[in-house]
């Protein structure tokens, strides 16, 4: 089964188990003073900790009531706005004793509570009762993996302090995921408390620290999973796409479709179909909130949506819309449409309401190659990165050709050699899902080699491949998780673009990893490699998509033009006279520079331009449009005799006229090849 990123809705909608229940008691006072007098403390310390459990168990002598009891008195005291007001005595001074009682096995103390207390002073109580909890150990192993010895402590201290009084301590090679998600579900449904502001000031302060509590725990779960303890794989918990709530049958409806879905797409496809129908909603919700089932959507409604998209600003660039992302948008809520009517679903409209002339035009653009000056520059810096992980991802972009996602997805055995030595890279399945070999260059072989001896010094788990759910030893790990996309790749390019300066005046990068492959197919197709050679190279599904290289690389087309509006060309026909007298416009000129393969006729090329409307003429020998070059000589002659051939044709079936029509025509013909230098013969 595919793996994938956990949103913050399933995973508070997840199952956990709750610890064990304990019956909650007291523990003797005897037992307590034994506990004190062997932490070798301070006499007046000693009698401090005995007066406050005596006041403690005076005020709750079941414990069973004070675990029903409001928090706020549980806690003891409140953090206001502006002062901090004690609200039950006892319940705050007996806090140390309470942490004896759960470590002890007396008492599970709940997250609500250990959540709104802040700091946690648990382990000074463990290292008194002589408890390892295995802070030490776990934060070693952090640090085998790549993090700071110090923050890993850190985390590990916040975590399995919490852990050990809410579940009752025990090894950690017993932890497993039901503790993570049991410490993550208390977080965020702390957030939702009425009362949050009374123990950490405000909503905004709780998800600040709360952030921090969150990398904690993925700290330990990052740990625990290398440690062969947790299935779920470490990493960042995408936020969900909360639908709007003003239309609950349509947001119940878009949830089934999701559910439906998810198991044959990625993640992030599934995560941005969420927030498709959350932008479509919210415009619903707005614009025509009299909208409260899809059956009730109209052509209207999409088009309304469609008018609102374009004077849109993109939250990642805060200007409009692209026509691309506003077309993407509609095709996946088109899809919607789609799969609820082939389930036949109810309230869902039985016709299409989306056409595809509908649908926002998108620009073909050929591929943005690099400019031979740019790339030089811009490698140079590339190969002055200090991290040798994001070196090599981008030297290995350039020189394979690879998409993002494909050279993120590098395994540690994707490098050996064809049988002459040169380097092969197997590429894994990517867009197109299928795997690939292909030569690389030695450049970037070196640089992938050099990765890949530090790796091999690295024992971590195989993690999950995203597209295929096998476990594998990934190349560009970091802390024991897989690099992301911006720390691979958008850090470092930007870096390099900077020292290269190729920056735009706002000082954005000029260059995207994705022109690197573009640039790779472009070089192939001037340097004459078949179009099935970068086909394979660049994992194209069909030569449509290869044959933009080759058309935009044609050094025929390049040659044919420069014979033509060169100065000095050796030209003729009718025409010609307008370009030796320099009359066609610089317009003309330019149209003539991008389209000069579809002005080539059989034996010339006409000048034409599509503003003069179409041609009118067939004797296009004698058009004033017409041009012809020496290349097309070898035409000319045979035409000459195939017009020749047909007068003496005409002859002996007696046409007159049409002799006269192929004689005039093989004449003309004569001209040119005079005009031009060439004879006839």
């Known amino acids: 089964m595919r793996a994938g990123p956990v949103s913050a809705a399933a995973m508070q909608a997840r199952a956990v188990e709750e610890p064990r229940k304990v019956r909650s008691c007291h523990c003797s006072a005897d037992e307590y003073d034994a506990f004190l007098a062997g932490c070798e403390v301070a006499k007046h310390f000693v009698q401090q900790r005995r007066s406050h459990r005596k006041l403690f168990v005076q005020a709750w002598p079941d414990l069973e009531e004070w675990l029903h009891a409001p928090l706020a008195d549980r806690i003891g005291r409140m953090d206001g706005q502006t002062r901090r007001t004690l609200t039950n005595r006892p319940s705050y001074y007996a806090r140390a004793y309470l942490y004896y009682l759960a470590l002890n096995g007396h008492l599970r103390l709940d997250y609500p509570w250990l959540l709104a207390i802040g700091d946690l002073c648990v382990h000074d109580v463990a290292y008194h009762m002589g408890l390892d909890l295995g802070v030490d150990t776990l934060a070693t192993e952090a640090a085998a993996l790549g993090l700071r010895h110090e923050n890993a402590k850190l985390a590990m201290r916040w975590a399995l302090g919490r852990i050990a009084v809410h579940g009752g301590p025990r090894s950690i090679d017993r932890l497993n995921d039901n503790d993570i998600d049991q410490m993550l579900v208390a977080v965020r449904e702390f957030s939702k408390r009425p009362d949050l502001a009374a123990y950490w000031t405000s909503a905004e302060r709780y998800r600040q620290v709360s952030k921090s509590w969150i990398t904690k725990i993925g700290q330990l779960r990052l740990v625990l999973y290398h440690r062969g303890q947790v299935q779920e794989v470490p990493r960042k918990i995408m936020p969900s796409a909360d639908l709007c709530a003003r239309q609950p049958a349509m947001g119940v409806l878009v949830d089934a479709w999701l559910e439906r879905r998810a198991p044959a797409l990625r993640p992030a496809t599934t995560y941005h179909y969420a927030l498709t129908a959350r932008r479509f909603l919210g415009h619903l919700a707005e614009s025509h909130p009299q909208v409260q089932t899809f059956a009730d959507v109209k052509h209207d409604h ?380």
């Open 302 to 681: 999409i088009v309304s949506w469609m008018d609102a998209m374009a004077t849109e600003l993109s939250p990642k660039t805060g200007r409009p819309l692209t026509a691309r992302s506003q077309r993407e948008r509609v095709l996946r809520l088109t899809q919607f449409f789609k799969d609820a009517e082939d389930w036949a679903w109810h309230n869902v409209p039985r016709w299409p309401l989306i056409a595809k002339r509908d649908l926002p035009r998108v620009p073909d653009r050929i591929p943005r190659y690099i400019p031979r000056a740019d790339l030089e520059r811009l490698m140079d810096a590339v190969r002055g990165l200090p991290d040798p992980f994001q070196r090599a991802a981008v030297i290995v972009a350039r020189w394979s050709g690879a998409r993002r996602s494909e050279v993120r997805r590098l395994t540690t055995d994707c490098l050996d050699n064809y049988p002459d030595g040169t380097a092969r890279l197997r590429i894994p399945v990517g867009k197109t899902a299928r795997e690939r070999m292909i030569p690389l260059h030695d450049e970037a072989a070196d640089a992938l080699r050099a990765v890949l001896a530090i790796r091999a010094e690295v024992a971590d788990r195989r993690l999950p491949d995203e597209r295929t759910g096998d476990l594998v030893r990934f190349v560009f790990v970091w802390r024991g998780k897989l690099m992301s996309d911006r720390h691979l790749f958008g850090t470092p390019l930007r870096r390099a673009c900077e020292a290269a300066s190729l920056v735009d005046a706002v000082g954005k990068p000029t260059i995207t990893m994705h022109r690197f492959r573009h640039t790779l197919g472009t070089e192939l197709a001037e340097r004459g490699a078949k179009l099935h050679t970068i086909m394979s190279i660049l994992g194209h599904e069909s030569p449509q998509m290869t044959m933009v290289y080759a058309r935009i690389s044609d050094a025929e087309v390049l040659r044919d033009y420069r014979s033509v509006l060169e100065p000095g060309a050796v030209i003729a026909g009718a025409g010609a006279e307008a370009i030796r007298a320099g009359a066609l416009s610089d317009s003309a000129i330019d149209w003539l520079r991008t389209n000069f393969l579809k002005t080539e006729l059989e034996l010339g090329h006409c000048l034409r331009l599509p503003s003069e409307g179409p041609c009118e003429c067939d004797l296009y020998l004698s058009c004033s449009r017409f041009v012809t070059t020496p290349t097309y000589a070898p035409r000319l002659r045979e035409r000459h005799r195939l017009e020749l051939s047909l007068a003496d044709d005409a002859r002996e079936r007696s046409w007159p006229r049409e002799v006269e029509r192929h004689c005039s025509v093989a004449r003309r013909i004569e001209q040119l090849l005079t005009d031009l230098g060439e004879g006839v013969d």
